[in-house]
């Protein structure tokens, strides 16, 4: 596609519940990075893609949050049992570069809420 | 480990005045240095980056940033500011180390600019 694409662009949930953001990078992109960014914050680095090789999970908060792209493009992460302190934008992005370069194209991102 | 730090939360300034946001960063090691920008209701883009050579490097509208490594600092500057430019600013830095790399990306500043 021409650029990254999040979905749900928002999305509410009740404490505990799970839920699944769906990110689709640009076509060809190798690499693929997700962010959570709070509110009045800057993004915070959660998992990084190379192809479908998860290569660096280290920011990934607790082991309620999983991240896959199984074929290499569209990315899914999972949050389960949803927490108050989830509510964040997250953030996908994509580069073609096979190597961190920093240069990365980012979707609008997906708003959740969790009461 | 890498940090960035921008100094202010919030510039207001009036169009056509000159406007600077600062950001400083702290790393042993070489380092890359951006500025992306997040208009309203839209994705991160990359304003400019620094990755070797001249000091002072320009972006896309006019902006342009310097590199000084005795100070370990990026800020973004530009001569003459249009309503246009109003959204938040962030530094980004990706510190080359062993243990592999991340982009860091700093707290951001707001811009509002005034008629």
């Known amino acids: 596609g021409a650029g990254v694409s999040q979905s749900p662009r928002y999305k509410v949930a009740k404490r505990g519940q799970d839920v699944a953001l769906r990110c689709d990078p640009i076509s060809g992109h190798v690499s693929l990075f997700w962010y959570q960014q709070a509110l009045g914050q800057g993004p915070e680095f959660l998992t990084y893609?190379?192809?479908?090789?998860?290569?660096?999970k280290s920011g990934l908060p607790s082991d309620r949050f999983f991240a896959e792209r199984p074929e290499g493009s569209v990315s899914t992460l999972k949050i389960q049992r949803t927490q108050q302190e989830d509510s964040a934008v997250y953030l996908c992005?994509?580069?073609?570069?096979?190597?961190?370069?920093?240069?990365?194209?980012f979707g609008e991102g997906s708003r959740l809420t969790v009461l | 480990a890498q940090s960035v730090t921008q100094l202010d939360s919030q510039v207001p300034v009036f169009e056509e005045a000159p406007v600077e946001l600062r950001c400083n960063y702290s790393?042993?090691?070489?380092?890359?240095l951006f500025w992306y920008v997040q208009y309203p209701n839209q994705g991160l883009q990359l304003l400019l980056k620094y990755l070797s050579g001249s000091t002072l490097v320009k972006g896309i509208n006019g902006f342009e940033a310097e590199f000084n490594k005795s100070q370990t600092s990026f800020h973004l500057r530009k001569p003459s500011v249009h309503i246009s430019d109003t959204a938040e600013y962030f530094c980004?830095?990706?510190?080359?180390?062993?243990?592999?790399?991340?982009?860091?990306f700093g707290g951001g500043t707001r811009v509002l600019v005034k008629p």
């Open positions: 992005a994509s580069s073609a570069q096979p190597r961190i370069t920093g240069e990365l194209f």
């Open positions: 893609f190379q192809n479908e090789a998860q290569l660096d």
């Open positions: 980004a830095v990706i510190a080359f180390k062993a243990a592999g790399n991340k982009l860091t």
């Open positions: 790393s042993s090691v070489s380092v890359y």
